[in-house]
Nanobody, 123 residues
Framework: QVQLVESGGGLVQAGGSLRLSCAASGRTFSSYTMGWFRQAPGKEREFVAAIELTSTVYADSVRGRFTISRDNAKNTVYLQMDSLKPEDTAVYYC??????????????????WGQGTQVTVSS
């Protein structure tokens, strides 16, 4: 069982930056692929980014603006968000799944989810 707790959301102006954090419980954090997803009002949950041991994958909409990273010593995964746009407004969720093969973007692939943190970007 893995418990995930996100933090770092808030209100920011367009063009600004935020860093989200996701702290995971347990002693086997390094054996999990970690992902970030987001869900805007009235829309489906969408993939943002994921990180395996070191390799990363990004959605086209955030590539070049967002950076996912992990600190296995702190059991934490981060999402650095720069050049934020109003369309980035959403609840951001952290997710985890044991390392496996296949694409990292489908939400159904992930076994554990955090409660979400709100990110609001004003124009």
């Amino acid at each position: 069982q893995v418990q995930l707790v996100e933090s770092g959301g808030g209100l920011v102006q367009a063009g600004g930056s935020l860093r989200l954090s996701c702290a995971a419980s347990g002693r086997t954090f390094s054996s999990y692929t970690m992902g970030w997803f987001r869900q805007a009002p009235g829309k489906e949950r969408e993939f943002v980014a994921a990180i395996e041991l070191t390799s990363t994958v990004y959605a086209d909409s955030v590539r070049g603006r967002f950076t996912i990273s992990r600190d296995n010593a702190k059991n934490t995964v981060y999402l650095q968000m720069d050049s934020l746009k109003p369309e980035d407004t959403a609840v951001y969720y952290c997710a985890a799944v044991p390392h496996s093969t296949g694409p990292l973007s489908p939400a159904f692939k992930y076994d554990y989810w955090g409660q979400g943190t709100q990110v609001t970007v004003s124009s």
